[in-house]
């Protein structure tokens, strides 16, 4: 496992599978645990990964592991998944999925998602510099000097960061950021089509 435990959400409809998902990830993580499948899409933001049981529904019938895999897909893995579409980006395994099989697949996921608030921490700083260099002279010259080296120390350390956590990846880790950057662009693209 890489850095802090993660907060990992386990939802499906029968107790036992809960109760033992839980058990074989309590040491190392973060875990949450529901058999309410709109408990498990309101506490979806809250945790790092989920593991979704494929039977799991709404009070309305919507498939959750269906409803949560089209916002978090590349943080989530479906239990009982047999096959995966071409649009799935999810991680699918079965029910019978072994403990040492379902930790990697958690790690595997909360990595990403590490990754993913690393990358988003770096924009949110990079931004703040930018705002920074462009603000007229408000500030003292050595208080602008020390602003510009906690942001360039912060930015260094994101980088290290990430770059450490990159060398855990291999080519599922990247093809599914990848493709979890294609589906947010294509998202965007329909956004933008239904505006005009």
Request: with cysteine; hydrophobic share 40%; charged share 30%.
């Amino acid at each position: 496992m890489f850095g802090d435990a993660g907060g990992v959400l386990i939802a499906a409809p029968e107790p036992e599978t809960v109760a033992q998902v839980r058990s074989w990830l309590v040491d190392d993580y973060r875990v949450e645990t529901t058999t309410d499948g709109d408990d498990a899409l309101a506490r979806i933001g809250t945790v790092d990964a989920a593991v979704i049981d494929r039977e799991l529904r709404t009070e309305t019938g919507t498939v959750v592991a269906t409803a949560i895999e089209r916002r978090d897909a590349h943080t989530t893995t479906i239990l009982g998944r047999t096959r995966v579409d071409g649009d799935q980006v999810g991680i699918g395994i079965p029910k019978s999925a072994s403990k040492a099989d379902l930790r990697e697949t958690v790690d595997r996921l909360v990595r990403r998602a590490r990754y993913d608030q690393l990358l988003t921490e770096y924009a949110a700083v990079a931004a703040e510099r930018g705002a920074v260099e462009c603000e007229p002279g408000s500030a003292s010259p050595s208080d602008r000097a020390a602003t510009d080296a906690a942001i360039e120390n912060r930015l260094g350390e994101l980088v290290e960061t990430a770059d450490e956590l990159v060398t855990s990846f291999d080519g599922v880790d990247f093809r599914a950021v990848l493709a979890t950057c294609e589906a947010e662009e294509r998202t965007e693209l329909r956004r933008a089509g239904n505006r005009s």
